[in-house]
């Protein structure tokens, strides 16, 4: 089964546009586990078996593990979702960019050494650095494209003078995801929730692919302008939110709140849906 066919799935069984983001940070633990790296695992089991039925994927951010010296964890974490939620597609969001053999090893390590579905990569270094993840055959790769921080303006909202049409630099990175690049249907892109606009923009651009949206929650990405601008028949959006719903309370309380937040996420996201 492709990652496609996955998130497509998973949307469908769960009625959901949610992505889990699984971002551990122990210092914000329960106080029963806070400040213990060896409860990374822990934590975010909790979290992913309070939430199965209501993601359309889960994304690890790897530097949250590698940080912590938690990789093995990591690894423990993604055969624990595919126990759990095995419908559920895992985005390894490792924002890699290289070319040629090092691109090939990061390809390895996110899809044979953590058995991720997708991967978040940086497109900066051009085709040569994404092709290495295409030969993994349904796989999925998320380009960077018009990301939710101020200081993506600093390259993605310039123009590019030496291209027809001079289009802004993340509008020629959607334009490549949607056609050339896009050699086997892998493709997707990030886009932020903090930019709407952008986000209607890219969808205009690339009309089929998957947009993985972080942003909402804790980044004060509005739900419900996102999924307008975003949402189209045959374009699937992976609306993000990691610490709104990892943090929603302290205590032992916390994997119910965390999905009381991820619930009450879901149906923003499904009421802004509706016609």
């Known amino acids: 089964m492709t990652f496609i066919d996955m998130l497509q799935g998973a949307a469908a069984q769960n009625d959901s546009m949610l992505c889990v983001g699984l971002d551990p940070e122990p210092d914000r633990f329960p106080a029963a586990m806070r400040g213990d790296a060896r409860k990374i695992y822990d934590f975010c089991a909790a979290i992913v078996d309070a939430t199965a039925d209501l993601a359309c994927a889960f994304k690890p951010q790897i ?3 590698a940080a912590h010296r938690a990789e093995d964890q990591l690894e423990r974490l993604v ?15 490792a924002k890699r960019g290289d070319i040629g053999s090092t691109a ?8 044979e050494r953590y058995g991720a579905d997708a991967v978040t990569l940086s497109p900066f270094m051009g085709f040569d650095s994404i092709e290495p993840y295409l030969a993994y055959h349904g796989k999925g790769a998320f380009l960077l494209c018009r990301t939710s921080n101020p200081g993506g303006d600093d390259l993605q909202n310039q123009r590019l003078a030496g291209v027809d049409g001079q289009p802004l630099l993340y ?27 952008e ?19 804790a980044q004060g990405g509005d739900a419900a302008a996102t999924v307008r601008a ?9 609306v993000n939110s990691s610490r709104a719903i990892l943090y929603a309370a302290d205590g032992d309380v916390f994997a119910a709140a965390a999905r009381a937040a991820a619930l009450a996420t879901r149906d923003t996201l499904n009421a802004a849906a509706r016609p």
């Not at 205009?204 to 692919?209: D, M, R, S, V, Y």
């Open 63 to 65: 530097a949250y593990f």
């Open 79 to 93: 055969a624990h979702m595919r126990a759990t939620a095995p419908h559920v597609p895992v985005v390894l969001d």
């Open 104 to 111: 090939g090893q990061y390809a390895r390590e996110a899809f």
């Open 171 to 197: 509008e020629h990175i959607a334009r490549l995801a949607q056609g050339p690049w896009n050699t086997n249907g892998q493709l997707g892109l990030v886009v932020g929730a903090t930019y709407p606009a």
């Open 199 to 217: 986000i209607e923009r890219v969808r205009a651009i690339a009309p089929t692919l998957p947009l993985l949206i972080p942003g909402v929650g």
């Open 230 to 238: 975003g949402r189209r028949e045959g374009g699937p959006i992976l």
